[in-house]
Each structure stands twice: as C-alpha cells, then as structure tokens.
C-alpha cells in the first residue's frame, strides 16, 4: 500500500471511528487498521453506551443502531458474605428521548455498525490489520508500519485509538507502561434469558433497561466491584479489580467472577441462564493524574489510549472517546489548512479537551482511584458492619428498642472504629459531589 493518507487511525473503537467519521465529512482521506476480523470483535467494556456525543453525530441514532435498551433504571448495592443493602433509582423521565443519553449495547454490534457508518462516509477501514510500529524521520510520526504485504503506510497525521495497553504509544514515548496498581481488569459473560424473564425479573416494560452495580464484598472482600446491565435477551454480568490486587492476592479473574454469580442477590438474577460468551479487558482508572502526553509531531492520542475515562461512580468512558475523536478530528482540519502538523499545531487538541466536559469531569473525580485504594475497610469491614447493624435494627425481638439498639451499635463498634469509620466515610465524599 503505497498511496498516503491525510490521517492514518490505529483502532475501530467509538474514539478511532467518531475521528474518521468527521474527517471524512470533511473530505479528507482516512484509513483505519482495526486488528480485529471486524470492528468490535475484539473491544468490550461494561454495556453502557453514553450518547451525547454520538447523538450530535448521528441525530436520533437509536432508531437505527443496535442498541439493545435505554437506561432508565440504576441500583446501587452494598454486599456482605450474604446479605445486601441498595439505593434503588428509577426515573420516567428517561423513558423518552433521547433516553438520558444511557443505552445498554453489546460492542461486537454497535462497533460494527458504527464503523459502517464511517466507512459508507468515504472512511478505509482494513481489519485483521496490525499495526507494529510508527514510521518516523528526524522525530516526526510520518506513518506505520503494518503486518501486511507493502506495509509501509504514510500519512499527514497519525491518530492512535489502540486502547488502554497502547504499546504503539509506548514505543512512542508518550506514555509509561501501565501501572498495575491503577489498571483495572475487567471480566464479563454475555448469560442469556427470555426477554419476558428479564422484564419480569428486573421490573423493566419492552425496552426498558437497568444497570446494576455492586460494592462491598462483591469480589469477596477485595477492591473492586460487580456488574450486571440489561440487554435484549442477555444480560452483561462481570467484575473489576485493579490488576495489582489479583496479583498480590494471587487471585483468578474467573474465579473472582463465579464468586461474585454466587452470591445470594446475585445469583438470584441469573438463575436459569446460559452463558454465551466470556471476555476480559483491560481499563485505564488512573484518570486525570497519570494522563500520558497526548500530542507530539504528527501524532495524536485519543479514547482508552489517552486514559479518558471517569472513574468515579459515572464510569463514563465511550462518551469521553467519542469526543476526543471530534476533537482530534477539528484540530486535524485545521492542521491541514495550515499545512502543520507539529506538537504545537495539534495541541489544540488539548486546548479543546480542557474547555470541555471532558477534562473538567477528569479533573473533578481526580483523586477517586487514590481514595479507594487508601480505603480497604470500603470492601469488606464496612460492609459488614453496616449490613449487620441495619440487621439488627429490623430484627423483631422481645427486646425493647431501646435495649435492641444499645446491642446493636456496641457490636458495631466492636467491628469497626467509628472515628475511622467516619474518617473514612468523609474522605468518599468526592464520589458524590
């Protein structure tokens, strides 16, 4: 392949794909190198699609995408051994367009589509492609170097959309390998049901979807936290945990995840259906502190590769990429009308992040990874405590209140100091605020 690209994308995903889609909108020429046999095929993530990005792109997406149902219910649990406490949110007002901008989706299948979208637009996009390295002249990127036949592809600007483990961005020096302490493995099954048990079982009408997230013991005491989202006919059910904790405690993705389908509340919702599919991810929640350089001559970073994402309880990823690739996509216009691609002509590029959602958002929830992991007691003695002390609180007894509660609140603070306890409790504040 010999012929030169106004902008060469490394990767399919929501970040490369939302680039390609405005660039050729604009009449540039863009190729994509997507690894996978087709876009989405090897991307995964929880199963909520936040939208208002791809809504300005797209007017009125949902009618067409294949989104599986719009959010209109969250649960928030906190799980001990056995028992579960939760905050239950359910807003109608999200029933109607545009749906809280909030859609569960399966990435083999939106991916897929919007790349189509791109691709109908005038976008290159090459599958099975792997790209194994840049193509530089005196510091400059002027390409890459693809496992292909005639692999030597040149282009005006390269934008790397590789994904959390960039080792592209790493031989470019841009960002340091990844930390494990902040690098969170994901895991997921795709479990089939019936529509109607679904519905049924999650209190949702024909369309309606939920998210449902789980702290405390979820992963049987250790950081990290569960999942189950509403599809169609599937439900998305996996875990987190930082790559560091399964490490040092020498655990098992998989083994963390069946733990976490056995506890009573959750196992509960599963119950009758079939596994379909299982995958697993890595996903950058250092956030805001630990951004790699985003920007250097003829390259740029865009989506997981660049670290966008919130880490807080929003979880907001696909919509930070979307709008990292609008606007990698801007700046490269007008890169090109000047005929300079230089760090200092695309750091417009984080010109425009800083003046958006996304970098505000970033640095707001910045110390959240710190913050949870300076807490254990969030995982499993909270949890605990909490659950047995409204325990007893409900418990119907020959006691009298008075007595019941003076029991109750003195074995409590047997289990947990409760200066450190609201110490602690202080120190989360930022997850709500």
């Not at 020429?29 to 199963?47: H, L, Q, Y």
């Not at 985003?294 to 966008?308: F, N, P, Q, R, S």
């Amino acid at each position: 392949m010999t012929e030169k690209f106004d902008c060469i994308i490394i990767g399919a995903g929501p970040s490369g794909v939302a680039t390609a889609y405005n660039l050729v909108n604009a009449g540039l020429n863009v190729v994509i190198f997507e690894r996978g046999e087709t876009p989405g095929s090897k991307n995964m993530f929880g199963g909520i699609l936040y939208s208002t990005i791809l809504n300005r792109l797209i007017p009125e997406f949902w009618k067409e995408a294949p989104v599986e149902r719009h959010i209109t219910r969250k649960r928030y649990s906190l799980l001990s051994k056995d028992s579960e406490i939760a905050f239950d949110l359910n807003f109608n007002a999200f029933n109607k367009p545009p749906y809280n901008n909030s859609f569960t989706v399966l990435r083999a299948k939106f991916d897929k589509w919007f790349a189509k979208k791109a691709e109908d637009a005038g976008a290159l996009i090459i599958t099975e492609a792997v790209v194994d390295d840049f193509i530089t002249d005196d510091g400059k990127i002027q390409g890459v170097k693809v496992r292909m036949e005639e692999g030597a592809v040149y282009g005006d600007v390269v934008v790397c959309a590789e994904g959390a483990n960039s080792l592209l961005a790493e031989k470019a020096g841009m960002k340091k390998k990844p930390d494990p302490g902040i690098m969170i493995m994901g895991v997921k099954e795709i479990i089939s049901l019936p529509e109607e048990i679904i519905n049924d079982r999650f209190c949702l009408e024909d369309g309606q979807g939920c998210a449902f997230e789980f702290f405390g013991e979820a992963l049987g005491g250790v950081t990290g936290s569960g999942f189950i989202y509403t599809n169609k006919d599937t439900l998305s059910v996996g875990i987190g945990c930082p790559i560091a904790v399964l490490r040092n405690n020498r655990l098992k993705p998989n083994e963390l995840i069946e733990g976490f389908k056995r506890h009573p509340s959750v196992h509960n919702l599963l119950r009758g259906g079939k596994i379909e599919e299982f995958s697993a991810h890595m996903i950058p929640e250092g956030g805001y502190n630990v951004m790699p350089e985003l920007t250097k001559d003829g390259l740029i970073l865009v989506g997981d590769c660049a670290g966008l994402l919130n880490p807080s309880l929003y979880k907001e990823g696909t919509n930070m990429a979307m709008a990292s690739g609008v606007f990698a996509a801007e700046t490269i216009i007008e890169a090109r009308e000047k005929g300079d691609f230089s760090k200092a002509a695309l750091n417009s590029y984080v010109k425009r992040l800083k003046e958006s959602f996304v970098f505000k958002d970033l640095k707001r929830y910045k110390d959240v990874p710190e913050i949870l992991h300076s807490l254990p007691g969030l995982f499993k003695e909270y949890p605990e405590g909490i659950i047995e002390l409204l325990q007893g609180y409900f418990t119907i007894s020959e006691k009298s209140k008075d007595e019941n509660r003076k029991e109750i609140m003195r074995t409590f603070k047997d289990k947990v100091s409760l200066w450190k306890f609201l110490i602690d409790m202080y120190k989360t504040r930022r997850f709500f605020r």
